[in-house]
């Protein structure tokens, strides 16, 4: 009997403990069945469409009244209102990407009975959107909720407030700043430049202009011949500048930028018309400087990482030569060097370059060594390739010119000369055509391999060697005749 009794009890506690394990599972599964139907977006949907169904946009925010409208959703957007508004088309279809659809993330209850100041809805951000099917769903957002995550929402004639995720909405409250394109100024081909200046302080510090589709001159500080690639580079530079930012649209102050008096200035000659280009106040913290347009006042951040160049001295911006000329332009070339005249003549043509005939002194310089390169070729570029090493602007050279270089070439000016007259026993002042160019070159340079000196050295025996192999036969008949 008391076997049957335990058992008994036994049977009726695990009866006990099991009744009780569904009657919990059972109110714990109404409850969280109930909290998701509550916190789901998806059961809280309040627009359904997406982006590519909105053709107009009216946006009022604390910046102003906006309208942007498109023909459909492949075309771009346009500003009905505010007339002229500087816009970013890719910022207006991200806005409203970021919008729809739109999804609720909770309900807070009826509007009936509430003070709409209370969740920011009585001074509200507005957005109507006009749908294809000329559907009007306009929505009113008001103050981010306390965790600033998410903003209360109500549709206009609608009865009850929601709240969003920041993320749907922040786009929204946009300035007429910084809606702005990146893009501060047409793209423009390196190709097309034909002149460009860079000021400092105020004053001018260098200004050059494009000769042919392969030179460049400086025509200030300095007289002489800028490497292309050099110039060249500094404009794939300027052509690819972008804005940060937009900080200001027609600043009224602009000193406290640095603009009044702009560090910097840089103008891009087009044949469509200039670029003026001023930067500013330099925010060390972020490494923007603070820019704008001539023409305009409206302020702009760009990165300082672009101007790399912008402190260093003339001649490590570029390479620069006292003349540099191709040899298809020149017609000959005399040089005063060592006590000697080199009289160099030049046949030469842009289409047959194997046709190209030399002569220095009246002989055939025309020949080519073991390596397949031609002696002459290398003299003419030692000559043209003789660089810039230092400017003094305030120099007054005097004195006669140890070496002259004279180029008779086929275009104006017709002829250029250039004088290397001693500073002292390490630099040359260059003069050219009687001006003094402003700089200075090491006299090293004429004696480096492959420099004025050796190359002529070189080009002279090898000519002495041509005429040895054209005389050699000559002599071996007169010996046999006698």
């Known amino acids: 009997m008391r076997l049957y009794r335990n058992v008994l009890i036994l049977v009726i506690a695990l009866a006990l403990i099991t009744g009780a394990y569904f009657i919990f599972s059972g109110i714990k599964a109404k409850n969280d069945k109930t909290n998701t139907t509550d916190s789901t977006p998806s059961n809280l949907q309040l627009m359904n469409q997406t982006s590519f169904e909105v053709l107009q946009m009216k946006i009022d925010n604390s910046s102003g009244s906006f309208l942007f409208k498109r023909k459909d959703e492949n075309t771009d957007w346009t500003a009905v209102s505010p007339v002229g508004l500087k816009f970013d088309n890719t910022k207006i279809n991200s806005m409203i990407v970021s919008f729809l659809p739109l999804n609720a993330v909770k309900e807070i209850g009826d509007v009936a009975g509430h003070d709409l100041s209370e969740y920011g809805l009585d001074k509200p951000l507005t957005i109507e959107m006009t749908l294809k099917d000329s559907t009007v769903r306009t929505f009113l957002i008001g103050n981010l909720v306390s965790t600033g ?103 009224a102050d602009l000193s406290k930028y640095g603009l009044d008096k702009p560090s910097y200035a840089f103008v891009i000659n087009l044949p469509t018309g200039n670029i003026k280009l001023v930067l500013g106040n330099l925010d060390k913290d972020s490494g923007m400087f603070y820019a704008m347009l001539a023409g305009s006042t409206d302020v702009f951040t760009i990165a300082a990482s672009y101007f790399t160049f912008l402190d260093k001295p003339l001649d490590e911006i570029f390479s620069c030569f006292p003349y540099i000329v191709n040899i298809t332009d020149v017609n000959k070339i005399i040089v005063n060097i060592d006590g000697k005249t080199i009289t160099c003549g030049i046949q030469s043509t842009t289409d047959k370059p194997d046709d190209d005939k030399f002569t220095v002194d009246g002989k055939d310089a025309t020949m080519k060594d073991a390596n397949d390169n031609q002696p002459f070729r290398v003299f003419f570029q030692s000559l043209i390739g003789i660089t810039l090493d230092e400017i003094d602007l305030n120099a007054v050279p005097s004195g006669q010119a140890e070496i002259t270089f004279t180029y008779y070439i086929k275009k104006d000016p017709g002829v250029v000369k250039l004088e290397f007259i001693p500073k002292n026993e390490n630099y040359y002042y260059v003069m050219r055509n009687g001006v003094y160019s402003g700089i200075l070159v090491e006299k090293k340079q004429f004696d480096k391999t492959d420099g004025v000196r050796d190359s002529y050295k070189k080009l002279a025996a090898a000519i002495e060697l041509v005429q040895n192999e054209t005389q050699t036969p000559q002599t071996t008949a007169q010996t046999t005749a006698k």
């Open 149 to 251: 995550d998410a903003y209360y929402i109500m549709e206009k004639g609608g009865a009850k407030v929601y709240t969003i995720t920041s993320d749907n909405a922040k786009e929204l409250f946009f300035t007429r700043v910084n809606i702005r394109s990146s893009t501060i100024y047409a793209a423009f081909k390196t190709d097309d430049v034909t002149g460009f200046s860079m000021d400092k302080g105020g004053q001018n510090f260098f200004s050059a202009s494009k000769a042919s589709s392969t030179e460049w001159k400086l025509n200030s500080p300095i007289l002489v011949d800028a490497d292309y690639d050099s110039i060249n580079t500094i404009l794939t530079v300027m052509s690819g500048i972008t804005a940060t930012a937009y900080v200001e649209e027609n600043a």
